[in-house]
T-cell receptor
Framework: EDKVVQSPLSLVVHEGDTVTLNCSYE??????LLWYKQEKKAPTFLFML??SGIEKKSGRLSSILDKKELFSILNITATQTGDSAVYLC?????????????WGLGTSLAVNP | GAGVSQTPSNKVTEKGKYVELRCDPISGHTALYWYRQSLGQGPEFLIYFQGTGAADDSGLPNDRFFAVRPEGSVSTLKIQRTERGDSAVYLCASSPGGYVDTQYFGPGTRLTVL
């Protein structure tokens, strides 16, 4: 059965700390892994990863995928209170014309001043 | 059919026109999602229905975009006064339950606004 597991489920840090969020998966016909940030409402797309070992960066956020060990990490450096959110990982699988997006449960990050 | 279906598969329209995109979810799935995907990007969330009601429509980019699901099954995404920036693949997905459930995607509608 396909599954996406995120850890930790929740995390509390202080401003300025660096955090690493984990996403491991067991998904057949893997196509891509996606990271989203969800605050109060709709999740905001962060990264799409398809190839191993290639880091994607956006400001203080970066992410990398390991397709051999079946996981991805999302790093946030110099955290700010505005980074407080739920970070969602999703894995896309494709089989022929069928396509599914399997979501993890998310990591709830709280950044305290 | 067993999967999510979307029609049309391709739509070419002129700037300023109105378009409707249709999604038929998997039978019995209560949750339905609309996403928009540009080349090289992940799906960008637009709106999420639980039954007939929009549980979360905060991803709709502006008031030109509107979606309905009047009977809790088929959904229509409506775009008024289309702009070139609306060109993308519009994806529909459905799931048996809530948001973190596995979502099953349709093949998408490729919208091109000239």
């Amino acid at each position: 059965e396909d599954k996406v597991v995120q850890s930790p489920l929740s995390l509390v840090v202080h401003e300025g700390d660096t955090v690493t969020l984990n996403c491991s998966y067991e998904v057949t016909n893997f196509r891509s892994l996606l990271w989203y940030k969800q605050e109060k409402k709709a999740p905001t797309f962060l990264f799409m990863l398809t190839s191993s070992g290639i880091e994607k960066k956006s400001g203080r956020l970066s992410s990398i995928l390991d397709k051999k060990e079946l996981f991805s990490i999302l790093n946030i450096t110099a955290t700010q209170t505005g980074d407080s959110a739920v970070y969602l990982c999703a894995v896309e699988r494709r089989a022929g014309n069928n396509r599914k997006l399997i979501w993890g449960l998310g990591t709830s990050l709280a950044v305290n001043p | 059919g067993a999967g999510v279906s979307q029609t049309p598969s391709n739509k070419v329209t002129e700037k300023g026109k109105y378009v409707e995109l249709r999604c038929d979810p998997i039978s019995g799935h209560t949750a339905l999602y609309w996403y928009r995907q540009s080349l090289g990007q992940g799906p960008e969330f637009l709106i999420y229905f639980q039954g007939t009601g929009a549980a979360d429509d905060s991803g709709l980019p502006n008031d030109r975009f509107f979606a309905v699901r009047p009977e809790g099954s088929v959904s229509t995404l409506k775009i008024q006064r289309t702009e070139r920036g609306d060109s993308a693949v519009y994806l529909c997905a459905s799931s048996p339950g809530g948001y973190v459930d596995t979502q099953y995607f349709g093949p998408g509608t490729r919208l091109t606004v000239l």
